[in-house]
């Protein structure tokens, strides 16, 4: 899924609102200016032909007209054309210098010289006011675009620091874990929202760290608490062994046995996850992961055997890691125990060493196992009733506290867990 970030978001649409307002607003900005300029050029026409109309009435002849005419071109005294009363009109007149038709406003107006009716016309050019229109229109454009581009950098400018406070905010969730006992510290901003929502953060980190410590104390109590009983009842159950049984009563004892040595490794198991978020195991060493399978190789062959299952080794690569010496050991033999687990009847298990690379492959189930279940804790997709759930997970946390990568895969008929360090 494609994401962009919320000032990217709020000044794209801010630009499409802007592009739709200088869109709309710039044509209509025009047409007001021109008819706001056209209304002025008739008010000038009617001021020009009230002032002639008073410089007429002072003794104004015929001669005058004549000389009038003759010196003012745009200026014309007609004989009466029978307008009755002022009429100013737009029309297209051929304009000698230009060769080509022009837009002008012409009035006509009804004037009396010496007792006789005249025609007063005048004629302004509109070209001119086009090219101011136009001017304008450019000019007011430029200053709207020059004003969206610097609200756009300023945003963007000061964004950086408006913002800081809730990215570092966003940084410290992603960064916090809630096994680590380092609650984020959210800087001050002064800013209502950004301070709610870094109050409202810390109440819930404080109360879900509250309740999950709760929770893991009550399971390393318990688990604590259940090593005593449980070794007594295996003690008993080994007493019960020695005594005269017949066929049932060792049958019934055999499944007590088995169901107490299932309850012991899950309460190790889970004493062991405690340690590791812990960190208890914090010193490391360089570790020959070829010696530390070779080392554990007659015990894995031994508990293969009893489901037939082959064990080929493959160990082409000398891979020497960093790492707890507890934890890599752990991590091997939960590795192949599982692949034996898990397997079928007479069926294959490969380790092969690459670079920086373990691989442990096992048949088993004809499908693929759920990857986004498979490292949860208590997940039981194999063929194993007597697995305690937790081996993968103690896996899954020894990579993640270890700065190394688990994968999965399906492929051939064989199910491949892959740790690269």
């Known amino acids: 899924m494609n994401t962009k970030k919320l000032l990217s978001k709020t000044t794209r649409d801010f630009l499409i609102l802007a592009a739709v307002i200088l869109t709309i607003c710039a044509p209509i900005f025009y047409f007001v200016s021109q008819w706001l300029f056209i209304y002025e050029t008739e008010e000038v026409l009617v001021q020009h032909k009230n002032a002639f109309i008073n410089q007429s009435s002072r003794n104004f002849t015929p001669e005058d007209i004549k000389t009038w005419n003759r010196y003012n071109l745009h200026f014309t005294i007609m004989p009466d054309m029978g307008v009755k009363k ?21 009035i006509y107006a009804p004037v009396e010289i010496a007792g006789r009716k005249y025609t007063y016309t005048e004629k302004i050019h509109l070209l001119e006011m086009e090219r101011m229109v136009f001017t304008i229109a450019g000019m007011f454009t430029f200053i709207l675009l020059v004003l969206f581009i610097g609200i756009v950098w300023l945003s963007k400018k000061t964004a950086s620091k408006r913002w800081k406070p809730f990215y570092n905010t966003l940084d ?106 812990h960190e208890i195991y914090l010193e490391k060493t360089c570790i020959s992961v070829n010696e530390q399978i070779e080392k554990h190789l007659d015990f894995f062959t031994e508990q293969a055997g009893q489901k037939w299952v082959a064990i080929n080794v493959q160990l082409s690569e000398k891979l020497e890691i960093e790492a707890n010496p507890v934890l890599a050991e752990i991590l091997i033999n939960n590795l192949v125990l599982n692949a034996i687990r898990h397997n079928r009847t007479e069926g294959n298990i490969i380790i092969r060493t690459l670079d920086r690379e373990l691989m442990v492959l096992n048949t088993g189930t004809a499908e693929p196992l759920p990857i986004e279940k498979l490292f949860g804790r208590f997940f039981s997709g194999g063929t194993s009733a007597n697995g305690s759930g937790l081996g993968l997970a103690i896996i899954k946390k020894i990579t993640e506290i270890s700065g190394w990568k688990i994968s999965y895969s399906y492929y051939n008929d064989f199910h491949c867990f892959s740790v690269k360090f």
Request: aromatic letters at 6%; charged letters at 30%.
């Open 86 to 106: 002022d009429s100013i009109v737009g029309t297209m007149i051929e304009d000698s210098t230009a060769e080509e038709k022009e837009p002008f406003r012409i």
């Open 172 to 277: 410290q969730i992603h960064e916090f874990e809630i096994d680590k006992s380092k609650p984020p510290h959210f800087i001050q901003s002064g800013i209502d929202e950004f301070e709610r929502l870094n109050r409202s953060l810390e109440a819930l980190i404080e109360k879900n760290t509250a309740i999950y410590k709760s929770q893991r104390e009550f399971v390393e109590n318990a688990a604590h608490e259940l090593q005593t009983p449980l070794a007594l009842f295996q003690n008993k159950i080994d007493t019960l062994f020695q005594m005269r049984l017949d066929k049932d009563q060792t049958r019934v004892l055999g499944a007590l046995s088995r169901d107490v040595a299932k309850l012991n490794r899950l309460n190790k198991n889970l004493l062991l996850l405690s340690k590791i978020e």
